[in-house]
């Protein structure tokens, strides 16, 4: 057997995860510029990443985080990326309250022939409720938002099986194209979709395209562990990431599948130096570049409630229940409540990384902590989510990645061409 | 003022329009494949063509022409093919009955960032009725249609314009990245669509990427006339696309629009040789390559009724007026009409170039005659539709394009960068 090695996503959300990220001298400022996406493409893939991957919201807030509001669209720019890159995965969010699952089938299918066998769907309900007035609808509550998921990842699966590897002839001599025994229509026929198929292009390389899965809730981790090949979850600190990792794998076995067959990537962002004085100054640095007003956005956005009414230097409220970012709120006020937080303490940590694991040091401080999380089963991997883009990158590939790949952790280099061989999964038969 | 010169957009929908091009010996025979594609991109900007435009179908059909039901999703194919072009426009055909203008506005925008100001898109009803199955809708009727889309490309546009050309500020010593004053909501609430906006995209390199539009149908020229940059059309010959051409027009300034401000190119299949036997010879072998079943299956397409019930070697049945395709239905019964074509003759003209008008001969004789139709008001250049690729283009492209040139009727070289300087089109205003 193989040893089990650490899978690395590189999360991109215009210029990087920190609210002010934009602002680190000689950080890239524009969140639709392709060739700054290309670049960090290049470095990724120079990183040996299993995956790139493009978080997307439907809304824009002028007044919110500005890679909220301002981006290139996932599936135009990941299209582009496969261009200019030739291993690392490629992942886009698509929405499935949103979209539609003969759209979204297709798109990934085209997205994984041009990439050859690289693309991945990060499969989102969309929290933020605003969103549905971009698309004359009331936006459905949570449990309506799982409801539908459900069905829409099995039409988007069934979608991609209609045709069989072989079903394409392309016969010159006698003129047969296409084998219609080797292509068959869907026929979905479900409470939210009727959706007749065949889908309008072939068997993708990877057969299916990999599904990616985000949800923290109850019902977003079994949507996840019926469906999903990699999900990313958010933490704050090791015990709540080996509890949710045990969680998680245990659903796996009643969906009839084993937890080897699921990466499990909790989020992280590194702030590396080449000693933790070094990172610390950094990350202090990034921190004064916070104003009051854009993290108290996203602390709204997070909770689903306006947190402007509340006092800075108060206590963080008690919220009750939250029908919107269910994992973030609930990671984030148990450590606010761990930590004795005030609100302004809060929202100093949701501006760094969104409500995400800032793990801070020098790279063999943040080496030994992702080791430690890896090999005590926490984590399969990690899903890095860099403040700034390119140094903040740069930083964790040049100095962080090496020690990884010396303790033999890490991939040395690519062994296969399709983001399912990064990720050590067959390519699936046909349903 | 300079001299008014020739058009040119190159039509893609898979391997050629010829029912069977990639029967021919040398064709590509992939719909999916991007290198074939990125070939052609390069082929296209060699022959400085104003556009390359990707036609698209939202069903499959096994048993029908294989470019109808195979291929690579537009938007993405063009997005990777951005990276691999540098100045030819790239058009993507999107519908305004199976789509949102939300996410057909953003995705048009992406691509116009990622191409430098290239995009264009090409709106459709989607006559095709099967393809409401795909999307669990009854196909709307074609006026229902058409007032649909009326509808949806003024959202679109509106979407275009939320954010000012400079709302984006990026000030890093002041943390200001958007300035609010400069982005607008659209709130649009209409009788199909309702969409709050803005956009979650900055403005297009091109202000407003182009649209294209080729309904042939009253309905359909109102909507060219009224929204479109680039028209395209079906016609047959000279008579009959100088009619269309003045009818045209005719219908700008009730639009507040002048004649010179939308192009307008007809459809052509050249088959090119050296001589005129030459390109006969090219012609009849393709045409040795026709299969019934797959000219019947577009015939019956292209009248929305089976054929497949009439006899081969009778007359063309009087058919009455027609839901799908009015515009092709129109010119190929015109045709067989005056030429008293048996349905077998119709279904080999259909099998050539699906309706659309096929000049055969020498270099001179193609150049000679699209120069005719230019001088005479029947055209502003041409929506070439290559019988199969490479070669069928590459023909055309170093052939006939270097006698536009040394006529004086064709760009020598591209002039500006983005597809609106190609088009001699101004960047236009926020509205
Ligand atoms: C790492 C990570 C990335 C996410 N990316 C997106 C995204 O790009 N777009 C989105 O709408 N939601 C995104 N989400 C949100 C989740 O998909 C999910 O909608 C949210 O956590 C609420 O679901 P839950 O209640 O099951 O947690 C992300 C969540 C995580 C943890
Ligand atoms: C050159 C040309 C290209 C077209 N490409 C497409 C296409 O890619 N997808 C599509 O659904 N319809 C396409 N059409 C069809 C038209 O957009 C339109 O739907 C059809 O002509 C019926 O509308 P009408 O009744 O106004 O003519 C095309 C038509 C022409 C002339």
Redesign the pocket.
Known sequence: MTKRQIHLGL?I?GTGSHVAGWRYPGAFDSFQDLASIQEIGRIAERGKFDLI??????YADPAAHPSYTLRLE?LTMLSALAVTTSRIGLGA?A?TTYGDPFSTARAFASLDHISNGRAAW???????AT?GANFGREHPD?SL??EIAEEFVDVVKGLWDCWADDAIVADRASGLYIDPAKVRALDHDGKWFKVKGPLNIGRAPQGRPIVL?????????R?AARTADVV???VQDFAEAKAQYDGFKALLPAFGRSPSEVTM?P?VMPVVGRTDREAFDKLKLLQSFVSGTNALQILSDRFGTDMSAYDLDGPVPDLGE???????AKVMLAKARRENMTLRDLYNLTAAARG?WVLCGSAETVADTLQHWFENGAADGF?V?PPYFPAGLDDFVDLVVPILQERGLFRADYEGTTLRDHLGLERPERM
């Open positions: 999360f959300l991957f493009m978080g997307d919201n439907l996932p969010t929405s990060n499969a989102v309900t969309t929290s933020n969103s949570h938002r799982y899965q985000a949800g923290g809730s109850a019902p977003g981790q949507l990313f979850s958010v990537l989020g939250n029908d919107a970012y269910h994992a973030f995400h899903n989510m």
